[in-house]
Nanobody, 117 residues
Framework: QVHLVESGGGLVQAGGSLRLSCAAS????????MNWFRQAPGKEREFVAK????????YYADSVKGRFTVSRDNAKNTVYLQMNSLKPEDTAVYYC??????????WGQGTQVTVST
């Protein structure tokens, strides 16, 4: 069982920055793909970014490419999402996800990000 706790959300003006953190605990974290998703009011949950614990490969949704950066600190078992040049359309609840298989797919509780104009 993997336990995930997000933090770092808040209210920021358009053009500003926030850094989200996802603290993970559990066995064999290194085998998990770590994802960030977000869900805006009235919309489906959508993929934002991903990184592998065991490597440096990353991947981003087109909507955040060039503005967001996902990284990890293996010593702290923490994954980060650095969000720059924030836009009002980035407003959403952001979720951390650890995925290995359909039966080993874990979610955090989410953290709210609100970007004002």
């Amino acid at each position: 069982q993997v336990h995930l706790v997000e933090s770092g959300g808040g209210l920021v003006q358009a053009g500003g920055s926030l850094r989200l953190s996802c603290a993970a605990s559990g066995p064999t974290l290194s085998r998990y793909l770590m994802n960030w998703f977000r869900q805006a009011p009235g919309k489906e949950r959508e993929f934002v970014a991903k990184i592998w614990w065991s490597g440096a490969a990353t991947y981003y949704a087109d909507s955040v490419k060039g503005r967001f950066t996902v990284s990890r600190d293996n010593a702290k078992n923490t994954v980060y999402l650095q969000m720059n040049s924030l836009k009002p359309e980035d407003t959403a609840v952001y979720y951390c996800n650890a995925y290995y298989s359909k039966d080993e797919n874990y979610w955090g509780q989410g953290t709210q990000v609100t970007v004002s104009t």
